[in-house]
């Protein structure tokens, strides 16, 4: 595995605002339709109730984990295709954003991740699953997703 995919997929947890950034526990590599791409995620096992912890995957051994964080990189390329975090839920209120604060929080994640000013862009919200896609004529989309609280969850370069 070539350490750069890793740091890139490193650099992208920091810059969606996580300071500490662990190892990842999955690297899988996977070709589809023409596709390459390496997945990295850290997951971390969940002890006692595992409602208590929101989304959990289920393993083969009955063993529940909470994924902290995936990446998925472009294999030929070395390029972010996607960042998910978990968000942190411990004592927060549900907030509902206005456009304008969630395309606030999502310009600058998006500049650090690809280099990409989206003042130019065209941005639609869909609120039922708190995404703000933004695209332009010629470029990729950048789609953000908001939890619940608020809090920028994942982005993805399309």
């Known amino acids: 595995m070539d350490r750069r995919i890793i740091g ?8 969606m605002g ?11 590599y996977e070709k589809y339709e023409g596709k390459e ?8 096992e969940v002890k006692g109730d ?12 009955n063993r529940a984990f909470v994924v902290e964080a995936a990446a998925t990189i ?21 907030k509902s954003l206005t456009k304008e604060q969630g395309v606030a929080i999502a310009k600058p994640v998006a500049k650090k991740l690809w280099g990409v ?3 130019s862009y065209e941005v639609k919200v869909n ?3 708190g995404d703000y896609t ?25």
Do not use: C, H, Y
């Open 74 to 94: 472009e294999a030929k390329t070395g390029k972010l295709i996607s960042i998910n975090v978990k968000p942190a839920t411990d004592n927060q209120k549900r």
């Open 8 to 15: 890139v997929a490193e650099q992208a947890v920091k810059n």
């Open 127 to 129: 609120k039922d699953w």
């Open 50 to 61: 595992p409602r208590k912890n929101g989304a959990v995957m289920i393993d083969e051994n």
């Open 18 to 28: 996580i300071d500490k950034v662990q190892p990842f526990t999955n690297i899988e």
């Open 37 to 44: 791409e390496w997945k990295l995620a850290r997951k971390i």
């Open 117 to 119: 000013d989206l003042s």
């Open 134 to 158: 933004f695209s332009r004529k010629g470029n990729a989309s950048i789609v953000a997703q908001f939890d619940n609280f608020g809090s920028l969850v994942r982005m993805e370069r399309k």
